[in-house]
DNA sequence: CCTATATCATATAAGATTGCTATGAATTAA
DNA sequence: TTAATTCATAGCAATCTTATATGATATAGG
């Protein structure tokens, strides 16, 4: 039940984009010192956000990156889905592709859609934006 | 975030344990003959199970294992914790052992520490009896 | 005492995933 | 032309997952 380092740097990218947009392209070196990540395991997961629209890049001398679209437009769960693949607990939960042979008679099923369901509630409702917005010491859990 | 095998087969088996719970121990063979799963796989599971206390067996011939207490006092998050480890979406969010460096300017952990309180809210509260109660059919979500 | 039936204790292992690092090509502003 | 970038792949050690395998130990019943 862990969230891989991608999909947390997957979220602090887009944050760090966000915070740091000033109309110009952000290089991901920058992005890169200030988070103390490395370039080029950004440069993989950045590819992925690039390929779903999430990001414009530009390449050469002063290129770098931009978000596609405002940060209220881009949910955690949005960005997880991308880097991690799918949220579900389990993969009986979702599409019939994964189809359990047992799911008919299966008593416990309701117990990972409950789950998965409150953790689309949390990731679907939570924006770029509000993370931007949230400051570090004045957050309500 | 995918629950392992090993967490789902503990809930079942805590399920069948409670389904089948006729005085009488219960052999790992009958249960995995109706969950369709290995006895080996099993016995590496209930392994965890009665060294914790959950279960209580009995060796031998006649021998097996039976729930030690009520299922009602069995939440899938105690099932889960000591089968999956740690249901924390990321390490940084519970005990101080895993200390980052980055956590006081850390403005994503809010995410995360609303995700595991999801998290916990729906493990914490189903209990085994809810699951042996719920008939695959009428559940509600 | 013998045997069948259980649990208990370890060891092994293939395959997948994670979390990177490495190499170098392609693009572009100055 | 050069320096700064992104882009595209490959590689790899470590760990985790999902079991299977072997055999020891315990016990009820005959």
Redesign the interface.
């Known amino acids: 039940?862990?969230?891989s380092t991608k999909g947390?740097y997957a979220?602090?990218l887009m944050?760090d984009l966000a915070q740091n947009n000033t109309g110009a392209n952000v290089s991901l070196k920058d992005v890169a010192k200030r988070q103390?990540l490395s370039v080029k395991y950004l440069e993989q997961i950045i590819t992925l956000l690039t390929k779903s629209g999430y990001v414009i890049s530009t390449r050469g001398a002063n290129g770098g990156y931009r978000l596609a679209q405002k940060p209220e437009n881009y949910t955690?769960g949005m960005i997880?889905r991308l880097t991690?693949g799918s949220?579900?607990?389990?993969a009986c939960v979702e599409s019939d592709v994964n189809m359990c042979p047992?799911k008919?008679?299966?008593?416990?099923i309701?117990?990972?859609?409950?789950?998965y369901?409150?953790?689309c509630?949390?990731?679907d409702n939570?924006t770029i934006a509000d993370?931007?917005n949230?400051?570090?010491d004045n957050?309500i859990?």
Chains 1, 2 share one sequence.
Do not use: H, N, S
């Open positions: 039940m862990k969230i947390r979220v602090r944050v103390d955690v997880l991690e949220l579900a607990p389990v047992r008919d008679d299966c008593c416990t309701f117990v990972w859609k409950k789950l369901k409150a953790i509630d949390v990731v939570i993370i931007v949230m400051g570090a957050y859990i």
